[in-house]
């Protein structure tokens, strides 16, 4: 699937608790005042990827010890089927690397 970024950086670690890749949404019509992004506004800004681009980032991230992942934007809702997309399979990626870790058991997406 289709999904528009503005762009990913890893590691972060000011977006949330330990090293996190940060997800920045491209697209947004919600015109907060005092908006720090508007950079992220126009829904043709940015560039395309896809959901499986974005899971390999974080996959690898993952590997380097991610401990989360933040999405921001932009308003990341505006692309809600890319974003469900993106958030179940970044859990699934996530589980099956802890289960690689040999700490496996039901964990909350406290860190996602
Ligand atoms: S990018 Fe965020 S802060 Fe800016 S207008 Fe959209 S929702 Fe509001």
């Keep these: 699937m289709e ?10 670690e000011t977006l949330g608790p330990g090293r996190r890749l940060g997800i920045w949404f491209q697209g947004c ?14 829904p043709a800004g940015g560039a395309p990827t896809t959901v499986s ?4 980032r974080w996959r690898k991230a993952l590997a380097e010890g991610a ?3 933040t999405v921001s934007g932009g308003e990341p809702l505006q692309q809600a089927a890319a974003l469900a997309e993106l958030l179940t399979g970044a859990a699934r990626l996530r589980d099956e ?16």
């Design 67 to 69: 401990d989360g992942l």
């Design 29 to 42: 019509t919600l015109a907060c005042a005092g908006c720090m992004s508007r950079h992220t506004w126009d």
């Design 53 to 56: 681009e974005v899971l390999a």
């Design 3 to 12: 999904i528009r970024l503005d762009g990913t950086h890893y590691p972060l």
């Design 97 to 112: 690397a802890r289960r690689h870790e040999g700490s496996a058991g039901p964990r909350t997406p406290d860190l996602l």
